[in-house]
C-alpha cells in the first residue's frame, strides 16, 4: 500500500489511531464481535507456527508491507523479512527446546476506518532438557491490523515486549 504522504507510515498510523482512537472512532472498542473474533483467529495461528515451527504460517497472516517491531532487533519491513526472523527463531527454538508452547489472545480491539488496534498479552513456554521446569516467557503486545478488499484482516505493524528481562545463556544463545 502506498500512502499519498510517505511520512504517515503504517507506525504513524498506529500512533495516531492510539491518540486519536477514542475521540473520533466511528465504531466503539470491540471485546466480543467478528473483528476481535478474526484476530483472535489470527493470534491463534501464530501460536500454530509456534507449534509446528513453519514459519511460513507467521507470513501468511501479515501484510506484504509489515512493519514489525521484535524486542532487541532492528525494525523488519515487509513481509520475507518477517518470514525469515521466524525462520530462523523456529530453528534456534526447535533445535534446543522440546514442548513449545505459544499463547497470543488480544483482550481488547478497536476498529476504525478498516483499521483495528489491539491490545494483548502472549506466554511462550517450553523445555529444557536439564531444567526440569517450564521456562515461561510472558508479554503484552499492541497490532495494527488493516482490513483487506475481501474484509479479512492482516496484522499492518506489530510491537511487543516482556514482562520481566529474558536470561540469556552462552553467546548466541536465547
Known sequence: M?????????????????????IQAQEPC?????????INHLLA????AFATGDPTIVAEVVTEDVVWMPPEKQTLHGRPAVEEYYRDLFAELHG???EITHSMKAEEVCVCSG?????????????????????????????????????SWLIASDIWNTDA?????????L
Not at 2 to 22: M, R
Not at 165 to 173: A, E, I, L, S, T
Open 115 to 151: 483499521w483495528a488496534m489491539a491490545r494483548g498479552t502472549y506466554e511462550l513456554s517450553f523445555i529444557l532438557s536439564t531444567v526440569p521446569e517450564p521456562i515461561k516467557v510472558t508479554g503484552k503486545n499492541v497490532h495494527a491490523y488493516r482490513q483487506q478488499p475481501d474484509g
Open 45 to 48: 495461528e501464530i501460536d500454530r
Open 96 to 98: 534446543r527446546f522440546t
Open 165 to 173: 528481562p529474558v536470561r540469556k545463556g552462552p553467546p548466541g544463545g
Open 2 to 22: 502506498k500512502f499519498a504522504h510517505p511520512e504517515l507510515a503504517p507506525t504513524t498510523v498506529v500512533a495516531l489511531l492510539l491518540f486519536l482512537g477514542p
Open 30 to 38: 470491540d471485546t466480543t464481535g467478528p473483528a476481535m473474533a478474526e
